[in-house]
């Protein structure tokens, strides 16, 4: 529908060309990727068709295995008990934290009812004066 009176030149990219020392980290990465893909095919070729339906089995059961004990895990940290809970024994901080947020939302909650009771006598002088 559109004539392109410069065919002969060539369309200019908006993206910038990647800098080299990125160029080589991904050609490393695309390599070694290749090399690990390579050495997969080789090493399942060498597999009986039995060997490798057992071997998709047993990975897709460990799999569902781990996925449903996160599930169960995060279902029960829910209702309170996890086992994460081992973790504030390698974390002291997490005590501290949890201290200083129970001292800001008592400082919060002085502060609001301060507020309150502010308003009060505030309401309760106005309706004195009239």
Known sequence: MFYN???????????????APAKRIFQ????????????????????SFGWLKAL???VL??????????TADG??????FSSASEVHQIWPLDDFVEKQKVRQHSRLELYLDSLEKALIKDSLNLFKHH
């Open 5 to 19: 009176f410069n065919a002969h030149r060539a369309k200019k990219s908006d993206s910038k060309p990647a800098p």
């Open 28 to 47: 490393k990465l695309l390599f070694l990727q290749r090399s690990w893909a390579d050495f997969m095919d080789r090493s399942a070729s060498r597999l």
């Open 56 to 58: 998709s089995a047993s």
């Open 61 to 70: 059961t460990v799999a569902a295995a781990y996925s449903l004990y996160l």
């Open 75 to 80: 279902l029960s940290a829910v209702s309170g």
